[in-house]
């Protein structure tokens, strides 16, 4: 049986728009990660926040699209800084275990919100993407998915230039490198520290809102955090361009095993790419050897 090229290409083109999103999501978690030597394993529960609370402002409030954004990326940032100040500060200078098993509690907790507030039934988004079909040679797109990933693509050139050439995001990547150097430059840390939660939190919002307007949101999207870790551990946990590199993989090897085996094994298939991405290198492809371990 010949392969049929034409499907190949439209399939691997849908996995990089989706590893596009997932390394946008990839980005919250490195950036915690990197200025704060933090697990957050609750990155997906906060994408889903940033998602309900754009739903209470466009569905229930009936604000403006543009609006509602603005309104949810705030206040999930605002969430950011309430965990920060609350629940990871006191823990600075207590084993790396202590802060993870926080983000874990964390996670419940969010998730225990939202099924309290709109309860654990699936709902849509409003429609703002654009349903013109997107055609790339004889490849065929869903619209959602390819403006999605476009949108994820700018949005990380964004916080890429910020991050660059933007004071609080020399500060980071100053303190990244190494906080008692920081220290002594007159860098305030603790606010780094709050800065890295808060930007972590409205990116995570941002790539919530737009995952949501492809699938729906449910009390269940923090399932797809799990994609994310995989993608930060494969590519490194401390690199920026291991979540980039790794969210485009993992989003063209899920899409090869969801046409060619089935969708069941989806999920599967990261699991073992994690596997052997592990044995050959523990600290990831981008990672650097000093990575603590839980």
């Not at 034409?6 to 978690?29: D, Q």
């Not at 605002?78 to 275990?97: D, K, S, Y």
Request: net charge neutral.
């Amino acid at each position: 049986m010949s392969l049929d090229w034409a499907y190949l290409f439209e399939i691997a083109l849908t996995g990089l728009a989706s590893g596009g999103l997932y390394a946008f999501a990839a980005l919250a978690f490195v950036l915690v990660y990197k200025a704060t030597r933090v697990v957050n394993i609750a990155i997906g529960e906060m994408l889903m926040a940033g998602a309900y609370l754009f739903f209470a402002f466009a569905a229930s409030m009936a604000l403006p699209v543009w609006l509602a954004i603005l309104g949810a990326v705030l206040g999930t940032g605002l969430l950011g800084a309430v965990v920060e100040r609350t629940m990871i500060r006191p823990l600075l200078g207590e084993p790396p275990i202590s802060a993870f098993m926080v983000t874990v509690g964390l996670a419940s907790i969010l998730v225990g919100l939202v099924e309290i507030i709109w309860t654990a039934d699936q709902r849509r988004l409003p429609e703002f993407f654009p349903s013109q079909p997107v055609v790339i040679g004889d490849a065929f797109l869903a619209p959602k998915v390819a403006y999605g990933a476009l949108a994820a693509l700018v949005l990380i050139a964004l916080v890429l230039l910020l991050f660059r050439f933007w004071r609080g995001g020399v500060a980071l990547r100053a303190t990244a490198s190494d906080q008692g150097a920081a220290y002594m430059m007159g860098i305030r840390v603790p606010r780094v520290f709050s800065l890295a939660w808060v930007a972590s939190a409205m990116i995570a919002a941002v790539a919530g809102i737009v995952v949501g307007a492809i699938g729906g949101i449910s009390s269940s999207m923090g399932v797809f955090g799990l994609s994310v870790l995989v993608v930060v551990i494969v590519g490194g946990l401390d690199s920026v361009l291991g979540a980039l590199v790794g969210g485009l993989f993992i989003g063209l090897v899920e899409a090869l095993a969801g046409a060619y085996l089935g969708g069941e094994y989806k999920l599967l298939a990261t699991f073992i790419v994690l596997v052997c991405v592990l044995l050959i290198r523990p600290y990831g492809l981008f990672g650097t050897h000093e990575i603590e371990r839980l």
